[in-house]
Nanobody, 126 residues
């Protein structure tokens, strides 16, 4: 059984930082591209970042330069370092595993992923 568990969310002031973690079990983590998505109330889910099994990374324009995705294959763990947080970053953040090793050209589409966590809430106060 596949389990995807996010942690590290919380309340932070604008300009602050958080690091999200995502631990995965039940699938070959090292052989899967992984991604972070987020969804704010009343808004559609949006892709934040994707990292391939080999470490190639992709970012949404809205977080490029502020967020950094990384992975530790030995620990089956995905990370998202978030710096320079803004109130508009407030959302529930989800970790997800792709069907493939590489990030798709359309990596920000949720249909590329088949295992999702329950999410962790990030709230940025102004």
């Amino acid at each position: 059984q596949v389990q995807v568990v996010e942690s590290g969310g919380g309340l932070v002031q604008a300009g602050g930082s958080l690091r999200l973690s995502c631990t995965v079990s039940g699938l070959p983590f090292a052989d899967r591209a992984m991604a972070w998505f987020r969804q704010a109330p009343g808004k559609e889910r949006e892709g934040m970042s994707c990292i391939s099994s080999t470490g190639t990374t992709f970012y949404a324009d809205s977080v490029k330069g502020r967020f950094t995705v990384s992975r530790d294959n030995a620990k089956n763990t995905l990370y998202l370092q978030m710096n320079g947080l803004k109130p508009e970053d407030t959302a529930t953040y989800y970790c997800t595993a792709a069907w493939y090793m590489l990030c798709s050209r359309e990596w920000s589409l949720g249909s590329n992923y088949n295992h999702w966590g329950q999410g962790t809430q990030v709230t940025v106060s102004s």
